[in-house]
């Protein structure tokens, strides 16, 4: 089983601080953010310029500065209220020319937020993502634009075989074109082999696809791919770098690392650091526990297990209600009520959204109450 070999004392807390914790309670471990963040720029070859990560599982300034300070520049976001954090906290780091991709379609006056933003810093490089040539007429002047494709996620993006749609939308784009975009984030498949086939098959068609545009288009300079499982396969292709033109891989979850993360990539060589600290509330029958973390406050959308317990591999996870977790586990061998347990989440990025704030910790000391100040969505402009 998944983690069933990390010692629960690297996560300890003291007495004297978990005395005072309400649970649930989101918890992060800087000391695991920094190691998790230097073993992916290791596997990026120590160039930061290769990785281009997602900021939707950080949420947190804190956690954003790491990353600023490990020597990314390069950074990709979903909503307006992360860019607008991201770019804050950029700048309190003194990095004020920062590069920032906002990877979901804005219509209406989202397009406005990201504007207003772009004025306010300056020197940042701002980008948004355009599947129809009319889109780039709507993006607000000083900012980029990144093609989006569809590599069969069927969420967003232009298919690669809608040749007339690509070519249209990247003229229009014309010296505002930044890149392009194509996640592969559906490719989840247990067996690596197939996975790195159906990844490497997918990054084939592209670069035969960018050849053909190029030769009587416009030059794409980027070309960003690759979420968590992808990664270390994109890293391995080399047909999409050229003189020219930089491949960024922007996988966002590996900040953090979960348990989806640890059964698919566990080459990946991660530890979890953002665990939520829960207690045992109630014995509702032999051979099962409850504790107080329930859907909201631990993401249940990626299925069951929603989470596992650091350091108990003999219990197992039920299906959540609002605000209770059941745990299955042997009658002789369950926690007592009352008692602590470290929850590792099956899907991180969305179970640090639903905290309003979380405990940063290093080395078991509290550092701070940090607001998750990046969780959510904007809503009306002023």
């Known amino acids: 089983m998944a983690f069933e070999a990390l010692d629960p004392r690297a996560w300890a807390l003291p007495a004297e601080l978990l005395a005072r914790v309400q ?8 000391e695991h953010v920094r190691a998790n963040v230097a073993r ?25 500065a790491e990353l ?7 950074f990709k976001c979903a909503t307006t209220r992360e860019l607008d954090v991201l770019l804050a906290t950029l700048a309190a780091e003194g990095v004020d020319d920062g590069d920032v991709l906002l990877a979901h379609p804005l219509v209406g006056p989202g397009l406005e937020r990201v504007a207003r933003l772009a004025a306010r810093h300056p020197r940042a490089r701002l980008s948004v993502l355009c599947e129809v040539p009319e889109a780039v007429a ?35 784009a014309g010296g505002r074109l930044r890149g392009v975009h194509f996640y592969d984030g559906h490719l989840h498949h247990a067996d690596r082999a197939e996975r790195r086939a159906a990844v490497h098959a997918g990054y084939a068609a592209l670069a035969e696809a960018l050849d053909a545009l190029e030769r009587d288009g416009p030059p794409v300079r980027e070309v960003v791919t690759a979420g968590t499982p992808a990664l270390l396969d994109a890293l391995a292709f080399e047909g999409l770098a050229r003189p020219g033109r930089a491949h960024r891989v922007s996988p966002g979850t ?22 939520v600290l829960a207690r045992v509330v109630s014995r509702p029958g032999p051979g099962r526990v409850t504790c107080d973390a329930g859907s909201k406050s631990l993401a249940a959308e990626a299925g069951d297990p929603c989470a596992v317990v650091l350091g108990r591999p003999e219990l197992v996870a039920a299906r959540p209600s609002e605000e209770h977790l059941p745990l299955d586990g042997p009658p002789d061998a369950l926690p007592a009520r009352g008692e602590l347990l470290q929850l590792v989440p099956r ?19 509290l550092l701070e109450v940090a607001e998750v100040s990046a969780r959510a969505h904007d809503l009306l402009l002023s």
């Open 23 to 30: 649970t649930p309670a989101l918890v992060v471990h800087l």
């Open 40 to 64: 992916v720029l290791a596997l990026c070859g120590g160039d930061a310029q290769r990785w281009r990560p997602h900021v939707k599982s950080s949420k947190i300034p804190r956690v954003q």
């Open 254 to 275: 590996v900040v953090y690392h979960d348990l989806r993360s640890e059964q698919e990539t566990p080459e990946l060589g991660l530890a979890p650091a953002a665990l």
């Open 347 to 365: 899907h991180v990025c969305p179970t640090v959204n639903l905290a309003a704030e979380a405990l940063i910790v290093e080395r078991g000391a």
């Open 138 to 172: 709507e993006v607000p002047a000083g900012v980029g634009v990144f093609v989006d494709l569809n590599p069969g996620m069927d969420r967003t993006g232009i298919p690669l075989a809608d040749d007339a749609r690509v070519r249209a939308t990247l003229r229009a």
């Open 68 to 74: 600023a300070r490990a020597g990314l520049r390069r």
